[in-house]
């Protein structure tokens, strides 16, 4: 499926970076849930709703209000959390909007195909010793 649906491919994509950059900051696992519980509803209403970026960004900021507020006490976010996760999400996800919202919105005319070719690879140089011995640089003026 991953493969045959582009939709899917880049979903899983979407998905696979969201949780990767939760493990790379290393947010516990209860707040990385909801990291990619935010991402993941707010593509979902991007695409459903047709928002704009500014509208997405607006639902993704109440949606992180709203979840940081509903965190236990011991999983709050701090603010240096916050704003890292701001900047990794405006620098990636709404850096690339655009792309996402097109790919999940727009039907593709057309099919995918995959063909196999051979791409014939140049032939490997011959040693420098087998070189012409004796030649000299011209001599500069």
């Not at 649906?5 to 950059?21: G, N």
């Not at 849930?33 to 209403?45: A, C, S, T, Y």
């Not at 960004?57 to 709050?76: D, G, M, N, T």
């Amino acid at each position: 499926l991953y493969e045959s649906d582009l939709r899917q491919s880049v979903y899983v994509d979407f998905v696979y970076r969201v949780i990767r950059y939760c493990r790379d900051v290393h947010l516990s696992p209860v707040k990385s849930l909801e990291v990619v519980g935010i991402m993941v509803d707010v593509q979902k209403r991007a695409t459903v709703e047709n928002l704009s970026k500014e509208e997405a960004f607006r639902v993704w900021s109440q949606l992180l209000i709203e979840r940081i507020k509903s965190l236990p006490a011991e999983e709050a976010m701090s603010l240096k959390e916050v704003q890292h996760l701001t900047a990794h999400v405006t620098s990636t996800y709404f850096n690339h909007y655009g792309l996402h919202h097109f790919v999940f919105t727009q039907d593709r005319d057309g099919e995918r195909r995959r063909r196999d070719v051979f791409v014939e690879t140049a032939r490997a140089p011959q040693p420098l010793a087998d070189g012409l011995v004796g030649l000299e640089a011209p001599a500069t003026a």
